[in-house]
């Protein structure tokens, strides 16, 4: 069956922070936008819902009102990370000062940002999910979308898949590929908050794996881990509570306070793409890429590459590949770099244990360091060869 009536100019597969973000900032250019989205708002995500300070650049180029979501968010000083006895404290400034990094509730964070979506003039169509690609001359011209009514086809002259983590568009357009290293399983619960982790939150790094612990608004605490694959299954619940009970400063903060909801994720956190456009198809948000959520800027990175891609359809129809392939390399590739240095001290234990105690004693290098991870200033600026001596060295 064909839906004339949802045909569109741009088709967005996923009303997360990147497809609403990219529907939000193209319908208020004037463009013809719809979403569809597999589930629901208001809908789960697994996150441990900490966010760079960089999203409120972000939120505000697409006129999110700042009022509406900082209600429900709560400003954080940083993140203190700890392995054992040694730990330092992350916080970030940029040029006009220190900035916040954000708690923010993911149910309701992502609603509001796809309603805002909705109120910039794009459209949404819910409990819709992206099939299969449709094909013309070579290039994508639309998609089949499962609804409770039946399959549909519809035409678009851009399809921007901003489907997450298991992106089924990157699937079918056949450019997913195997993530070889990190494989954890991501895991996350609400629990009562802890009155000392008012203004910070806390990383727990074990071997190879890690704990955090993020404040939220509503006196409740986001107990998030990223845990080995497991040999043997045990149930989530069972993994989740060893991983508490693994590292006593967690089972310490944790003892007496209840859990206020399920615990969601399980599955492999990880995703990694070939090529992130093509010829009538782009990809945005995880559905371009995933490392793991150590380094916390998932969030921002849905909003920044959802900002490259309106950019880039803002132009003529022309290049627009070559444009959105390039405004990539621009934002992130210095900061993936970063990102797979932090992943190989993560890895590294001793090497961890290390730098955080070099870390610790000289503020000025993990200030740099941590506004590098916030997107606060440039992450190459946390890359230099003297930068990195001046971590390391005894
Ligand atoms: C355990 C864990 C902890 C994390 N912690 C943090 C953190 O603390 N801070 C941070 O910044 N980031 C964190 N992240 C990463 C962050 O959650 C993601 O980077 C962010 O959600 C990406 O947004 P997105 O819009 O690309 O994808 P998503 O938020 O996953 O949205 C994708 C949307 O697409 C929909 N969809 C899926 N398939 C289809 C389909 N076939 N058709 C239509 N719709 C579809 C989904 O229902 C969903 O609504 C974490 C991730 C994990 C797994």
């Keep these: 069956m064909s839906a004339p009536g949802l045909d569109c100019e741009v088709l967005v597969v996923g009303a997360g922070p990147a497809g609403s973000a990219v529907a939000a900032a193209l319908a208020a250019d004037g463009r013809d936008v719809l979403m569809v989205e597999a589930r ?9 819902e900490y966010a760079s300070p960089r999203i409120v650049e972000e939120l505000r180029r697409l006129g999110l009102p700042e009022a509406g979501w900082q209600r429900d968010a709560l400003p954080l000083a940083g993140m203190r990370v700890i392995r054992g006895r040694d730990a330092v404290d992350v916080r970030y400034r940029d040029a006009v000062g220190p900035r916040s990094a954000w708690g923010l509730d993911r149910l309701i964070f992502d609603t509001a940002l796809a309603a805002h979506a909705t109120a910039s003039g794009a459209r949404l169509v819910e409990h819709a ?31 921007v898949g901003a489907d997450g983590a298991r992106s089924r568009v990157a699937n079918r357009l056949g450019v997913e590929r195997p993530v070889i290293a990190p494989r954890r399983l991501g895991m996350v619960a609400h629990y009562e908050a802890d009155p000392e982790l008012a203004d910070h939150g806390e990383m727990h790094v074990g071997p190879g794996w890690y704990v955090g612990l993020a404040p939220l608004a509503g006196g409740r605490l986001n107990v998030g881990m990223a845990l080995p694959m497991e040999k043997v299954r045990r149930s989530a619940k069972e993994q989740f509570q060893a991983a508490i009970e693994g590292i006593p400063a967690v089972a310490a903060r944790l ?10 994720g399980a599955s492999p956190i990880g995703h990694r793409v070939g ?43 022309d290049d627009v590949e070559d444009r959105y ?6 934002a992130f590739a210095a900061k993936d770099a970063l990102t797979w240095l ?14 955080l105690r070099r870390l610790a004693s000289r503020p000025a290098t993990a200030l740099r360091l941590g ?8 992450a190459s600026d946390a890359l230099s060869p003297f930068f990195l001596a001046q971590v390391l060295r005894p």
């Design 40 to 48: 629901a708002h208001p809908r789960p995500k697994a996150c441990a």
């Design 129 to 159: 999910a992206f099939d299969e690609p449709v094909w013309t001359d070579g290039r994508v011209s639309g998609a089949i979308v499962s609804t409770p009514e039946g399959a549909t086809t519809i035409r678009s002259r851009w399809l």
């Design 255 to 264: 003892a007496g306070r209840r859990r206020l909801t399920p615990i969601t």
């Design 275 to 317: 090529r992130a456009a093509g010829p009538g198809w782009l990809l945005v948000g995880d559905a371009a890429g995933f490392i793991d959520p150590f380094t916390g800027e998932g969030i921002y990175r849905a909003l920044r590459s959802a900002r490259a891609a309106a950019e880039s359809l803002a132009r003529s129809d």
């Design 325 to 330: 392939l390039a405004a990539r390399r621009h």
């Design 342 to 355: 932090v992943q190989g001290m993560l890895v590294s234990p001793p090497l961890m244990g290390y730098a």
């Design 371 to 378: 506004s590098a991870l916030g997107d606060c200033r440039p």
